[in-house]
């Protein structure tokens, strides 16, 4: 590939998986039939899909009271679903640090009440150290966003909250360990670090699980008494997930991975915070992002030169949200060190012009 490909997802995967893909696209493995054709009632995909679980299991070190769900309808279609599947005489919050947490709650509100805990990224860290200051009383279950993609802001230590909490991990999954301890429930579109859109991955505790009279794709209990067979799941997604999750444990596991985002992003904002005269970090360094490096120019104009000449050097997927602006560098888990470096290169040389 000739192209860095720095997107906030649908990201870059590495070369040795699409290697892969690419063959078995063909034909699978000798089978006689390609990838894209197999059925999802076949021992060999019942067998890709249990592989994928373990691989999981491992890759995060899930408990064995926890279930693995596979469903379509992206990280967008929880909001409705977990709203569907959570006892209306329990209660819920949503803690609220960037746009697609206000979208969880904003959609939670037209199924059932919850309660909105907005928090500035200046304010995490003491709300990591004690979440009573904004919860006021316990609730049932708290919503958090653990990387809100569009702001770079990152709840890191979300582990350290008292409370039961359900985490929208679909832009930081696999980039470092946490403890299950107060996890219900967590869930992430597989298209960052974890694979291709299509199929998102959920992990469950059995206490959260309530049996209901939701229609079938609304309804958890009967999704994961068929174990992500009840309808046709997407079979090529959750293939490609196996061999990221394959190649994540071939790599080193999250351990691995963390190390890398920890060196990339340091890399990144450090050289950020030398050109501090031309640039600024809206986030405040605690709460900073280690997958989405999110930064502004101080003037538009260079800015946009930066952008016009980032394409030319063959970098892409760097322009902010277009709700925000600003530059966006993403640095999931398929990001090498040797794009790193170039990144680094080239942002150097832009500002020496300067
Ligand atoms: N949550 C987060 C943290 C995201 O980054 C995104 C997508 N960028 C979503 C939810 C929405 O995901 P999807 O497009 O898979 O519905």
């Known amino acids: 590939m000739n192209k860095y490909n720095f997107s906030p997802g649908p990201a870059t995967l590495d070369n040795s998986v699409l290697e892969i893909v690419n063959q078995n696209i063909l034909e699978y493995e000798n089978e006689g039939f390609s990838i894209l054709e197999i ?29 693995i769900l596979f469903l ?15 006892n209306l005489k329990k209660s819920t919050s949503n803690l609220v640090t960037g746009t697609w947490g206000k979208k969880t709650y904003e959609d939670f509100v ?7 805990i907005f928090l500035k990224s200046s304010d995490i860290s003491e709300f990591i150290k004690d979440p009573s200051l904004a919860v006021n009383q316990k609730t ?12 770079g802001i990152q709840l890191r230590n ?20 946490f403890d299950w301890n107060n996890v219900a429930y967590i869930y992430a579109g597989a298209q960052k670090n974890l694979g291709i859109p299509g199929v998102t991955i959920s992990i469950i505790r059995e206490d959260f699980i309530e ?9 958890l209990s009967k999704l994961i008494d068929k174990d992500s067979l ?16 394959d190649w994540m444990l071939n790599a080193g596991g999250v351990e691995y991975f963390e190390k ?19 640039v600024s970090l809206p986030v405040e360094e605690y709460a900073r992002s280690k997958m989405n490096v999110v930064f502004n120019f101080k003037n538009e104009q260079i800015e946009k030169l930066f952008l016009e000449e980032s394409l030319e050097n063959n970098i892409i997927g760097i322009k902010g949200h277009r709700s925000v602006g600003g530059i966006r560098i993403s640095l999931y888990n398929s990001i090498d060190k040797p794009a790193v470096e170039y990144l680094l290169k080239f942002m150097s040389s832009f500002f020496e012009k300067l």
């Open 260 to 278: 890398q985002s920890q060196d990339h992003s340091t890399n990144v904002y450090s050289m950020l915070s030398k050109y501090s005269d031309h």
């Open 158 to 177: 979300f582990d350290q909250i008292e409370n039961d909490l359900i985490v929208d991990g679909s832009s930081d999954i696999g980039s470092y360990k």
């Open 230 to 245: 009840l309808n046709t799941p997407p079979t090529f997604s959750i293939y490609v997930l196996k061999l990221v999750t």
């Open 211 to 219: 049996q209901n009279e939701n229609p079938t794709y609304l309804n």
């Open 110 to 116: 037209k199924i059932r009440d919850s309660k909105e």
């Open 72 to 86: 379509q309808g992206g990280a967008t279609f929880h909001n409705t679903f977990l709203a569907h599947n959570i």
């Open 140 to 151: 049932d279950y708290l919503h958090i966003t653990s990387n809100e993609t569009i702001e």
């Open 39 to 67: 059925s999802h009632r076949s021992d060999i995909f019942e067998n890709i899909l249990e592989n994928t679980k373990k691989n999981l299991k491992d890759l995060l070190n899930i408990p064995s009271n926890y279930k």
